[in-house]
């Protein structure tokens, strides 16, 4: 079982920035990936960047270039860095974890919101 707790989402205005954690913990698999999917109101929830144990990140599109998904493995957290934010950020950011082992399977967190407006 592992448990997910976002923290860092709030109101910011366009252009601005914002940095999103999700801190993991109970039974840790060396090999995993975390992420960060977001759902806007009245869409579907996306994926918005990952990042496996060993450091390699991937990023939707539209994301690329202004957000930055880090992770500190002794703490057992991601980071995300949302520079450059726009209204159509605005939505609710999941942590996602997902074991790489035998029993691989994933695990949400409750859910940060962020929202960008004036």
């Known amino acids: 079982q592992v448990q997910l707790v976002e923290s860092g989402g709030g109101l910011v205005q366009p252009g601005g920035s914002l940095t999103v954690s999700c801190a993991a913990s109970?039974?840790?698999?060396?090999?995993?990936?975390m992420g960060w999917f977001r759902q806007a109101p009245g869409k579907q929830r996306e994926m918005v960047a990952t990042?496996?144990?060993?450091?390699?990140?991937n990023y939707v599109d539209s994301v690329s270039g202004r957000f930055t998904i880090s992770r500190d493995n002794s703490k057992h957290t991601v980071y995300l860095q949302m520079n450059s934010l726009k209204p159509e950020d605005t939505a609710v950011y999941f942590c996602?974890?997902?074991?790489?082992?035998?029993?691989?399977?994933?695990?949400w967190g409750k859910g940060t919101l962020v929202t960008v407006s004036s």
């Open positions: 990042i496996t144990s060993g450091g390699r990140a």
């Open positions: 996602n974890y997902r074991r790489l082992d035998w029993n691989a399977k994933d695990y």
């Open positions: 109970g039974s840790i698999a060396s090999r995993n990936v």
